[in-house]
C-alpha cells in the first residue's frame, strides 16, 4: 500500500501554469512536510531556466539538485523537498528512469549539508510526479531514497484546501557560541569550513540530546501538543532548549593551532507542525534540525563569499583579527497557505529587493517588500571593542561580501566546495 | 572544601554536569598563560550565575532556575516547596515493583540518606529578537586548549529546607567548586598541559558529614600526600586511618558498583543486644568473596582463599593498597615464590590455612599479621576481649580456620560482665549469586553463637593489622 500525499490546492494552480509554458520539459520541487501516515504538499517550484541552455534541452541533473539545494537554505523546519515533478508530453513511463535520477541526485545533494544525523522515524520515500502537458493527468509515484535498488511505488495524489491552513509554529531565539581552533598554516576558508562542520556536528548533537521545553514545560515524549485539538485554529509555541554544557567523557585535548574562529550571536528558529495530531517528540525534532540547518548554512553562506573573494583578490587578508557578520534570517509568508514562510539570509549590505529578487528567481513568489518578516532577528553587529579582549590593539575589520546571484554563486562555489557533492552525482549515475 | 551539615534525616542533592573548558594560550610565558586560564574560569563563573543556568531533577519533569529568583516548573511546585517533596515528582522503577517487597525488612536497617540527583544544564535560548551572529578569525599561532570539568557538588538537606534554601546553597557550591578547580588548575600546571581538576565526596564522621575535595586527575594518591595531611589537620581526623585517598570516596547508594560484589552486606543486619554487651564491628569497606565467583569453581577447598580475597579487598578498598585482589592462581605462585610451597602447587586445588594467608598478606600487600591459635573451639567464647581489642584497633577483617573449614569473622558482640558472646561470620562457601537478602537471610552473612565452632578442633586465626598511615 503506498504513500499518500495531501496536496494544496494551489499547487493544482501552479503546475496548470506551467503546463501552458512553450514546449519541452519542465522540472521542479515538490516542497512539504512528511509524516509516517501520510505527506503533505505545500508548494511546487520550477526548475529556473539557465542561460545557456534554451528551453526543450534535455534535462539537467546537476542544475534540479543545485537548485533543491539552495530552496532547501530557504526552508525553515518542518518544510522540505520532498521530490520532484516533471512536465512533458512523453509518457509517464518514459520518465520514469529520469524521474528516479532527479530524485536520488536531488536527495544525495540535499542531504550532504544536513549536519543532523537521520532519526529512524524519518519518511525515506521521496516522490515522483509526472504530469501530462496535455491532459494534465498526475501520475504519482515514490522511491525510497535509503535504498539505492528501490523500484517506484505507485501513491495518492490528492488535492484539498487549506492543507496548511491550521498547521502550528514552534519558534525560539537560539544563542550560539562556538570557538574552535584552525590548524597550523590552514586557516583558509576551505579549512574554516571543514573544522566548524565538525564543531556544528557535535553542537548539532549536543542539541538533539538537549531538553525541549514548550511554552514553558517539559512535555512526555509520547505526548501531543498542547491545544492541539483545537480543530482549525493555528497554535504557536514558544520553546526552550536545555543542553548539556559539555561533552561526558572527553579526554584532555591540546593542539597546536594556528588561530581560531569563533561564532558568536543569536538565531530565530522555527519549524511548522502539520495539525494531524502531531507529537510533540516531532515538533522537538523539527525545531532543533532548524535550528542547526540555520546557522550551518549562514555560515556556509559566508564561507562560500570569503572563497571567492579571496579567490578573486589572490592571497587571502594576513589580518590578525577580521570579523564577519553572519547574514540575518529575512521571512516570507506563503500566500494562501496558512502561517507558512519560507525564508532567505541577507547580508548587511544588501538591500530588501535583493532578497525580493532571490525569493522570485528560486521560488517563483511575487513578494513586496511590506511582506517581508526581517523583524525576528537583529542583524549582527560588530562592537567597538570586545568585552574581555586583550589589551593589544586588534583590527577589527568587517568584510561584508556581496552576494552573487544563484547562477553566480553556483558556478563558483561548484568546484571549491561542490566537489565532493559533484562526484556523488556522477558516480551514483542510476 | 565544602562541608556539608550533617542531619539525621534529610537528603542529599547532587548535581553533576559536564562544564565546556576552552582556551587559547598564545604564549609561554608562565604568568600569562595563568591570566588566560583564570580568564576562562571567570567565564565559566559567569555562566554558572546567569539566568542561562539550569538544574534539572533527572527522571522527573522538574526544572530548576536558580538564578532567576529559583524559577521551577512545572508550576504546581513553587520555592517554597520543602526539598523532600521533590522526590514524588521522580519516576522510579521501585514504583512498579512497590508490592513485592519482602515482608522480611524487619531485620534490615533502612540504608543511607537518600539522594535526587541532578543534571547542571545551560539554557541556549533567549527571548529575541537578538543579533544575529558573527564570525571572527584570529590568526595567531598558539596553542589551544580544550576538556571538559565533571562539576560534581552535593548539598545535604534537613526536612525543613525549603527549594529556594538549597538551590542557592547549591549555586554557592558550584561557583565554590569552580574556584577549588581553578586553584588545583593552576598548581598542577606543566607547561601547556593541563590536568582534569576532579571532584570526590568523602564521607567523615558525624557532625562533619560529607566533603567535597578536587583532585587533580592523574596524580596518584602518593603524591597527594601533603595534601591529604592538610586535609586532615583542617578537619582534626587521626593521622593514621585514611580518609581520603581516592578509593575512599564515598559510594552513593543509587550506582551499582562496576565489579558487581557485594559491599558490606553486614550493614543490612541488625546487630544482637546482649546485657551490658557491646558490637565491635570491621571497619571500612570490604567486598564479599566466596566460593564460585569469577568463573572459579572453587567449590569444597576455594574457602581460605575467598576469606583471603575479602581481607585483600578490604586494604585495597581503603586505599593502603593500588593491587586488584588476588586470584587462586595469584596467590598459590606467591606461595611459591616465597618458598613456602613447591612449584605443583599452583593449578592445585589443596587448602591453605591461616599461616598461607599471612605469608601472602605480608608478600603481596606487605602487611603484616598476628597469629591467634586455640586448641580447641570452645576456648574461642574466651577471645571475647581481644577480638574486641582487634576490631577497635586494627578494624580489619579476621580469617579463621580449623577442622575443615575457614571463615571471615567481621566482629564481636561481647559482654565483659557476662561473658556472653557472639561473632558475625561472614562466610566463604556460599555459592550462590551477589544476592543480598539471600546471603542475609540464610545467614551467609550473619551473627552465630559460640556452637557455631567446632569445640573440639583446634584453630588459628590471621588478624592483619593495618598500617598506620594516611
Known amino acids: ?430 | 572544601m565544602v562541608v556539608t551539615d550533617s542531619s539525621d534525616s534529610g537528603t542529599i542533592l547532587r548535581v553533576r554536569g559536564p562544564l565546556e573548558f576552552k582556551c587559547q594560550l598564545d604564549s609561554t610565558d608562565a604568568l600569562l598563560m595563568q591570566k588566560v586560564i583564570s580568564r576562562t574560569f571567570a567565564a565559566l563563573h559567569s555562566q554558572v550565575k546567569s539566568e542561562s543556568c539550569v538544574l534539572t531533577v533527572c527522571d522527573s519533569s522538574l526544572i530548576i532556575w536558580p538564578n532567576k529568583g529559583v524559577y521551577v516548573t512545572p508550576e504546581e511546585i513553587t520555592p517554597n516547596t520543602l526539598c523532600e517533596d521533590i522526590h514524588q515528582w521522580i519516576q522510579t522503577d521501585e514504583q512498579e515493583s512497590a508490592g513485592k517487597r519482602s515482608s522480611k525488612k524487619k531485620n534490615k536497617k533502612s540504608s543511607s540518606a537518600s539522594v535526587i540527583n541532578l543534571c547542571l544544564m545551560m539554557e541556549v535560548t533567549k527571548t529575541g529578537p537578538l543579533s544575529a551572529p558573527i564570525l571572527r578569525r584570529t590568526l595567531q599561532k598558539s596553542h589551544f586548549l580544550s576538556t571538559t570539568l565533571p562539576m560534581d557538588c552535593v548539598v545535604r538537606t534537613t526536612c525543613s529546607d525549603t527549594i529556594k534554601d538549597a538551590f542557592e546553597r547549591l549555586l554557592e557550591a558550584l561557583t565554590h567548586q569552580l574556584c577549588e578547580m581553578e586553584k588545583v588548575t593552576l598548581q598542577h600546571m606543566k607547561g601547556a598541559t593541563l590536568l582534569v581538576p576532579e571532584p570526590l565526596h568523602f564521607l567523615l564522621p558525624e557532625p562533619k558529614g560529607l566533603v567535597t575535595v578536587v583532585y587533580p586527575a592523574g596524580v596518584p594518591d602518593s603524591q597527594l600526600e601533603t595534601h591529604r595531611k592538610e586535609l586532615h589537620q583542617q578537619f582534626e581526623l587521626p593521622d593514621d586511618w585514611p580518609y581520603f585517598r581516592r578509593v575512599n570516596a564515598f559510594h552513593f547508594s543509587n550506582e551499582p558498583y562496576k565489579d558487581g560484589y557485594l559491599r558490606n552486606p553486614h550493614m543490612v543486619l541488625t546487630h544482637p543486644t546482649l546485657d551490658n554487651g557491646k558490637v565491635y564491628l570491621v571497619q571500612g569497606i570490604y567486598s564479599y568473596h566466596h566460593y564460585m565467583q569469577d568463573h572459579m569453581d572453587d567449590n569444597g577447598w576455594g574457602c581460605a582463599y575467598r576469606s583471603l580475597q575479602t581481607i585483600c579487598s578490604w586494604f585495597t578498598q581503603q586505599g593502603y593498597v593500588e593491587r586488584a585482589v588476588p586470584t587462586h592462581r595469584e596467590i598459590q605462585q606467591t606461595l611459591v615464590d616465597v618458598g613456602d610451597k613447591q612449584g605443583s602447587f599452583v593449578g592445585s586445588r589443596q587448602w591453605i590455612g591461616s599461616i598461607e594467608v599471612q605469608v601472602v598478606l605480608n608478600q603481596l600487600l606487605e602487611v603484616t599479621s598476628k597469629i591467634m591459635f586455640v586448641s580447641q573451639g570452645s576456648e574461642l567464647a574466651s577471645k571475647g576481649r581481644e577480638l574486641a581489642n582487634h576490631f577497635l584497633t586494627e578494624g580489619t577483617p579476621i580469617m579463621i580456620g580449623g577442622g575443615v573449614l575457614a571463615h571471615t569473622i567481621l566482629g564481636v558482640a561481647w559482654s565483659e560482665t557476662t561473658g556472653q558472646i557472639r561473632y558475625l561470620i561472614l562466610d566463604p562457601h556460599y555459592t550462590g549469586a551477589e544476592d543480598l537478602q539471600v546471603i542475609t537471610d540464610k545467614g551467609w552473612c550473619g551473627w552465630k553463637g559460640p556452637d557455631f565452632w567446632d569445640q573440639t578442633a583446634y584453630y588459628n586465626l590471621c588478624l592483619p593489622q593495618r598500617p598506620k598511615v594516611i
Open chain 1, 1 to 430: 500500500m503506498g504513500r499518500s500525499y495531501i496536496v494544496e490546492d494551489a499547487v493544482e494552480g501552479c503546475l496548470s501554469k506551467l503546463c501552458e509554458q512553450k514546449a519541452g520539459s519542465v522540472t521542479g520541487l515538490l516542497l512539504g512536510q512528511s509524516s509516517p501516515q501520510r505527506d503533505f504538499v505545500v508548494m511546487a517550484t520550477r526548475t529556473p531556466p539557465r542561460e545557456e541552455t534554451p528551453a526543450g534541452n534535455p534535462v539537467d541533473k546537476e542544475w534540479v539538485s543545485e537548485h533543491a539545494r539552495q530552496v532547501s537554505r530557504m526552508l525553515p523546519g518542518g518544510l522540505a523537498v520532498l521530490g520532484v515533478f516533471i512536465i512533458t508530453d512523453t509518457e509517464a513511463k518514459d520518465t520514469l528512469t529520469i524521474l528516479r535520477q532527479l530524485v536520488f541526485a536531488v536527495e544525495s545533494l540535499v542531504s550532504s549539508e544536513q549536519l543532523w544525523s537521520p532519526a529512524e522515524d524519518d519518511v525515506s520515500d521521496c516522490v515522483a510526479l509526472h504530469v501530462n502537458r496535455k491532459t494534465r493527468k498526475t501520475f504519482c509515484r515514490t522511491f525510497d531514497v535509503k535504498d539505492p535498488k528501490s523500484t517506484a511505488k505507485p501513491a495518492d495524489w490528492r488535492y484539498q484546501a487549506g492543507v496548511s491552513a491550521s498547521w502550528s509554529t514552534v519558534s525560539c531565539c537560539l544563542h550560539v557560541d562556538l570557538l574552535v581552533p584552525l590548524p597550523d598554516n590552514k586557516t583558509d576558508p576551505e579549512n574554516m569550513d571543514t573544522c566548524l562542520k565538525e564543531e556544528l556536528r557535535g553542537w548539532a548533537r549536543r542539541l538533539e540530546s538537549g531538553v525541549c521545553l514548550v511554552d514553558g514545560r517539559k512535555l512526555a515524549e509520547d505526548a501531543e501538543l498542547p491545544g492541539g485539538q483545537k480543530r482549525n485554529v493555528r497554535q504557536t509555541y514558544t520553546a526552550q532548549i536545555l543542553v548539556t554544557p559539555g561533552a561526558q567523557g572527553l579526554a584532555e585535548e591540546q593542539q597546536r593551532c594556528g588561530g581560531s574562529v569563533c561564532v558568536r550571536g543569536a538565531v530565530h528558529s522555527r519549524a511548522y507542525v502539520h495539525s494531524n495530531k502531531p507529537k510533540a517528540r516531532l515538533a522537538q525534532k523539527l525545531l532543533k534540525r532548524d535550528a542547526v540547518s540555520t546557522v550551518t548554512t549562514r555560515v556556509q553562506m559566508l564561507l562560500e563569499e570569503l572563497l571567492t573573494s579571496e579567490d578573486e583578490n589572490k592571497g587571502s587578508s594576513k589580518q590578525k583579527r577580521e570579523l564577519f557578520c553572519l547574514p540575518h534570517r529575512v521571512f516570507c509568508p506563503l500566500k494562501a497557505s496558512g502561517p507558512l514562510c519560507v525564508c532567505d539570509y541577507q547580508f548587511s549590505d544588501e538591500s530588501v529587493c535583493e532578497v525580493t529578487e532571490r525569493l522570485k528567481e528560486m521560488l517563483d513568489i511575487d513578494a513586496a517588500e511590506e511582506d517581508l518578516d526581517s523583524s525576528q532577528e537583529a542583524p549582527g553587529q560588530i562592537p567597538e571593542r570586545e568585552v574581555g579582549a586583550e589589551p593589544t590593539v586588534e583590527t577589527a575589520v568587517a568584510l561584508e561580501p556581496k552576494r552573487n546571484s544563484f547562477v553566480g554563486v553556483a558556478m563558483a562555489t561548484a568546484a571549491a566546495l561542490l566537489a565532493t557533492a559533484a562526484s556523488i552525482l556522477y558516480l551514483n549515475d542510476v
